[in-house]
């Protein structure tokens, strides 16, 4: 997909008290939805497999996978955007409150140890119970760089096994949020169409919400004109260099973001030898992160 905002994810989901992830897997429960009708097919609810992360803040950083599974209806019969983002709420605060992923984190543990047959079977019976894959990963929230070349974007693709039909992968990077959608073409030949319909229905979401004239959303959390950005939060940038930039003009993220390396570069060479080794052209992506927060 062409990412969306992530700002404007953080603001439905702050509006209406529920999650990134509800919001993301509401869309795509309505995208989902919409593509079903357009086949005349039943709108029943939609079973997905969730991995959960399972990992312990003592365990991040060490190798292998640790993971769990949950079983997830979506509410592709719901109509209603709203109403829909509900009940993906109310559902998966229920997931959380089970002991579901554990369970499954378990077999699967067992599974790794067992015979090649055994490893089928297990898998054919996690298969046979959902149509299909969905996993929602937070990226990395700050621009990534290679080669000294800014990383633009970035996707992935869930693990798909068994007959599962349809593969559903979310990211978000740098403030930006993308959908995949990898399907089986004798199934589902044209995936471009639930992307598509994922674009509608974040727009139908946003509709509803304004039409409850929701002040937060309206507004889109717009950032008043007077206000300081803390330029320090950007790597590089220490009090010294923030005062510097703002005699120069520049005292907010969306201002740093509009300029460029060599633009900043040059500013800093003006003060001759002051601020010698600071490299810059980096900053401007830092602070388009920064700005959406």
Do not use: C
Not at 1 to 18: A, C, E, G, H, W
Not at 30 to 50: S, V
Not at 129 to 139: E, I, Q, R, S
């Amino acid at each position: 997909s062409t990412p969306l905002p992530l700002r404007d994810v953080k603001t439905i989901k702050n509006v209406t008290n529920t999650t990134v992830n509800d919001v993301l897997v509401s869309v795509v429960s309505g995208a989902l939805r919409r593509y079903l009708l357009e086949h005349d097919q039943p709108t029943e609810d939609f079973r997905a497999i969730i991995p959960v992360n399972m990992r312990t803040d003592e365990e991040l950083g060490t190798l292998g996978n640790k993971f769990g599974l949950v079983f997830l209806s979506l509410p592709v019969n719901i109509e209603d955007p709203l109403k829909r983002l509900r009940e993906v709420s109310r559902r998966m605060a229920a997931l959380k409150d089970s002991s579901e992923a554990a369970v499954a984190l378990g077999i699967l543990n067992v599974m790794g140890l067992s015979a090649a047959e055994i490893q089928s079977l297990i898998l054919t019976i996690f298969a046979t119970k959902a149509t299909t894959v969905l996993t929602n990963v937070p990226g990395p929230p700050m621009p990534l760089f290679l080669a000294g070349s800014e990383i633009e974007d970035m996707m992935f693709w869930v693990p798909q096994a068994g007959r599962l039909g349809i593969g559903i992968s979310l990211l978000s990077y740098a403030g930006k949020v993308y959908v995949g959608i990898m399907t089986d073409a004798g199934l589902v030949p044209d995936p471009d169409s639930i992307v598509n319909y994922f674009y509608d229905e974040f727009d139908l979401l946003k509709q509803e919400l304004v039409k409850l004239e929701r002040p937060a959303f309206s507004s889109m959390q717009t950032r008043r004109p007077d206000r300081l950005d803390d330029l320090t939060r950007v790597h590089g940038i220490d009090s010294d260099v923030q005062a510097y930039l703002n005699e120069k003009g520049i005292y907010t993220y969306a201002e740093l973001a509009a300029a460029n390396g060599d633009q900043l570069q040059k500013l800093l060479g003006d003060d001759g030898e002051r601020f010698n080794g600071l490299e810059p052209a980096n900053w401007p992506a830092q602070a388009r992160y920064l700005a959406t927060l």
